[in-house]
């Protein structure tokens, strides 16, 4: 079960504020691109699709046929439609696919929704055809310090808003991940960060900082005391940035772990 309801509210949120345009996710292009290797006739299902703009982006960037599992049906609703794009109701455990169907499995920010995180790694194998990747967008709380070595304000959020760290904690760790897909018979083929990009300022951030907590899972564990002291510290940023000539440009870096 998510942890979030995904309501038409929420849905709308989520699409309004929470989808990287497309402009800042070049880097995320060629990342897949080398692990993926795409070529024309491939299948990539898209688990937990939310409001399908990986699964629009991928059928764009690669021309593939995606198909797009999502068990919401409030964001099943704001998944662009076109005839090499098909949505599904259906979870990472109990996908709606043939066996051996697809190409590559595509699981964005969407693991710390699974509750059996084994079971669906069983699921994805039935459904992959062999040596077929699985494209893990995360973060994963081990990776970060102490018990790693990245920093954990790499994650924009948590930069203004340290609180949502505690969510974080909770979410599937590197090694139980591993382990869980390697007992599919998955094995781990690459690991590295990736970073994506927002053409909008602070400003602008501030401006939707309201909606993003009704779209996020990690915002939606805040006080009101923790959100309006996240937001008081990014008002300050964005005065710091009107008296700069060139304010700092808004990224984020996640996790790519790639299996096969």
Known sequence: MARINYDDRTAAAFKAVREVPRDGLWEWREAVRRHLRPSQGMTLVDIGAGTGAFTAAFS???????????????????????PAIQVFE?????????????????????????????LAANEIRRVL?????????????????????????SIELVRWFPETARSIETFPSIKDTRKAFAAAGFHQDALEQVRETYPTSLADF???VDTFRQADTTMRNLTEGEFLRGKESLRDAVRQDENTANPEIRCNWLDLLVLR
């Open 90 to 118: 259906g979870d990472a455990s109990a996908l709606p696919l043939p066996d051996e169907s697809a190409d590559a499995a595509w699981l964005s920010l969407v693991i710390h929704h699974i509750p059996d995180l084994a």
């Open 206 to 208: 501030l401006g939707q």
């Open 129 to 153: 055809r062999p040596g077929a990747p699985v494209l893990i967008r995360q973060g994963f709380p081990d990776r970060y310090e102490p018990l790693g070595t990245l920093k954990l304000d």
């Open 60 to 82: 764009d960037w690669f021309d593939l046929r995606v198909l797009a599992v999502e068990p919401s049906a409030a964001m099943r609703a704001q998944i662009r439609r076109a």
